[in-house]
């Protein structure tokens, strides 16, 4: 069983600042690249920021300069710094990870549960 659980989601004023982690448990492997992704409500799921297990990050433009997604390979865990929020990025947001587990021959795709990330005054 493998475990993906963010936290860090919250309310904040626009230009705030918010910081999401994510851990992930259970038997694994190896875990590729992992990433964040966000819902608006009546919108598609859209891709924040990825990262490779060698550390390569790349963004969507909208947040490019204001968000950081970082990982520490150690702890199984990402978390993505996001400055000079917007109301426009108010969403759910998830944590996904391509994860190897011991026994299987390829890596698949979990996702977490999301957080919610309200940007208002």
């Known amino acids: 069983q493998v475990q993906l659980v963010e936290s860090g989601g919250g309310l904040v004023q626009p230009g705030g600042s918010l910081r999401l982690s994510c851990v992930v448990s259970g038997s694994i492997r190896s875990i590729n690249t992992m990433g964040w992704y966000r819902q608006a409500p009546g919108k598609q799921r859209e891709l924040v920021a990825r990262i490779t297990s060698g550390s390569s990050t790349n963004y969507a433009d909208s947040v490019k300069g204001r968000f950081t997604i970082s990982r520490d390979n150690a702890k199984n865990t990402v978390a993505l710094q996001m400055n000079s929020l917007k109301p426009e990025d108010t969403a759910v947001y998830y944590c996904?990870?391509?994860?190897?587990?011991?026994?299987?021959?390829?890596?698949?795709?979990?996702w977490g549960q999301g957080t919610q990330v309200t940007v208002s005054s």
């Open positions: 996904n990870a391509d994860i190897l587990r011991p026994l299987r021959v390829s890596a698949r795709e979990y």
